[in-house]
């Protein structure tokens, strides 16, 4: 992650990471490449690229802090917050919007957003990061809490007028149940797009949150591809506002998954001498992981970590359409490089990413996505830490869940669990796995 050319306190912009395009660092709604509809290959995915002003301070000051808030306390590692002191708006002022959003949040889930527990279970051998107390009890609303505070911030400069701008996500589980949530409590009008297998709690919470409802049926002479991503696609470029948790079609939603791996990074230094050797991490979309890679890559280039863990991404073996992608990228990389590798898979995403081809099943449904829609940072990640892909068998998401709830008293749900499931199945390495601790993320809590 280099830092961007312009100088200055509280320098931030989008860039594509695929053809290189630098958006105006003060654009209202910089979700997706303006480029992104092309003819052509190319994986056209906005990342955010911070000025070096000082992260090394900003990150320690970060880790140090006791602010109950995460959005808050991680505010100056944003893109949202150094956009609104550009502009003008002043530390408290962010903060009092922030706070006030967050209350409301509370008010609608009964939980605000709050460091959430990082334990060791000596029964896994593993540290846990238990997201299912979190709002909505997954992770997802983080990446959407993000997504909220930047159109707050931009209505309130008088950058863009949202008023008759509905929310659009494709979600059949926890990112929908966020959504609405998120959504309710900044009072904006949600629209989701569901298949027909949602199941009655999501449905039910979902009417309870005022968002409406579309239920997607996959017909049989549906090209490859998750229906409710294609009628997602189709309202926003109707005018709708992507709030969803995939960074191919709103590049700021990785930045609220950030705070979930910097909130790793400062409790396992926090807990531990002995450094984390694996983090495991569950992959459908890939915004979690791609995320926590990012936050940690960051953390890094401020100085404040010696070195980043090994990403040990985990999908199903019934659908696992990151292994391609990954092993294609891998196998280049071999011979030219990772920089080299990257550039090539990102300027020919068809030979790398390619949607599953039959409909996925699995007891983690949360992981199903017809694509990893993140793969090319989820990739590059993977490949820089010497990371690789883990499948695991339904006997083993099912085993894991069992273990987590017995032996960690988390009540996760089979893809919450998925991460754990990984690392029971996967033996450390040789090299440098063994002796160093392992940790993983349950991200989601059972219903």
């Not at 930047?150 to 209505?155: A, F, N, Q, R, S």
């Not at 709708?240 to 995939?246: G, K, V, W």
């Not at 990785?254 to 531990?272: C, D, M, P, S, Y």
Request: aromatic share 4%; charged share 25%.
């Amino acid at each position: 992650m280099s830092a961007v050319e312009e100088g200055g306190a509280h320098a931030s912009r989008m860039v594509c990471a695929g053809c290189g395009l630098a958006l105006e660092p003060d654009a209202a709604l910089p979700f997706r490449c303006p480029d992104a509809g092309a003819e052509d290959d190319v994986d056209h995915v906005l990342q955010c690229v911070l000025g070096d002003d000082g992260l090394g301070e900003i990150f320690a000051e970060a880790a140090a802090d006791r602010e109950p808030c995460t959005f808050v306390r991680f505010r100056k590692l944003t893109h949202s917050y150094r956009l609104a002191r550009r502009r003008g708006m002043g530390d408290d002022d962010y903060c009092a919007l922030v706070r006030e959003l967050d209350r409301r949040v509370a008010a609608v889930a009964g939980v605000g957003f709050r460091e959430t527990p990082y334990i060791y279970c000596g029964g896994l051998d593993l540290w846990l990061k238990d997201e299912t107390g979190n709002v909505g009890g997954s992770h997802k609303a983080r990446h959407l809490m993000g997504l909220a505070i930047h159109l707050e911030v931009v209505e309130r400069l008088g950058l863009v007028d949202l008023s008759d701008r509905e929310l659009v996500i494709a979600s059949c589980g926890n990112a929908a149940l966020a959504a609405s949530i998120v959504a309710k409590a900044a009072g904006r009008r949600l629209r989701v797009f569901v298949p027909p297998t949602a199941g009655a709690e999501v449905v039910r919470i979902l009417e309870a949150n005022g968002a409406q409802r579309e239920v997607c049926a996959r017909a049989p002479e549906d090209p490859p591809g998750d229906p409710t991503v294609r009628r997602f696609r189709a309202a926003i470029a109707g005018g709708a506002l992507p709030f969803s948790c995939q960074g191919n079609d709103n590049g700021l939603t990785i930045q609220g998954g950030l705070t979930l791996g910097w909130e790793v990074a400062i409790q396992h230094a926090e807990r531990t001498a002995a450094p984390i050797g694996c983090l495991f991490v569950q992959v459908g979309g890939g915004a979690l992981a791609s995320g926590v890679i990012e936050a940690y890559a960051l953390a890094r280039a401020a100085g404040a970590l010696a070195e980043e863990p090994r990403f040990v991404a985990v999908q199903t073996a019934n659908a696992h359409p990151l292994l391609g992608a990954f092993e294609a990228a891998r196998a280049r990389a071999q011979e030219e490089g990772v920089a080299a590798a990257m550039a090539h898979a990102r300027g020919h995403r068809g030979a790398y990413m390619r949607p599953w081809p039959e409909p996925p099943r699995s007891v983690a449904d949360g992981i199903l996505d017809d694509e990893t829609y993140d793969w090319a940072a989820l990739t590059e990640g993977l490949l820089r830490s010497r990371g690789r892909v883990a499948l695991v068998d339904e006997e083993g998401l099912v085993s894991a869940r069992a273990q987590v709830e017995a032996l960690a008293g988390i009540r996760a749900s089979a893809t919450g669990a998925a991460g754990v499931a990984g690392a029971l199945t996967t033996r450390p390495r040789r090299d440098d796995d063994c002796g160093l601790a392992r940790a993983a993320l349950v991200t989601g809590i059972r219903r």
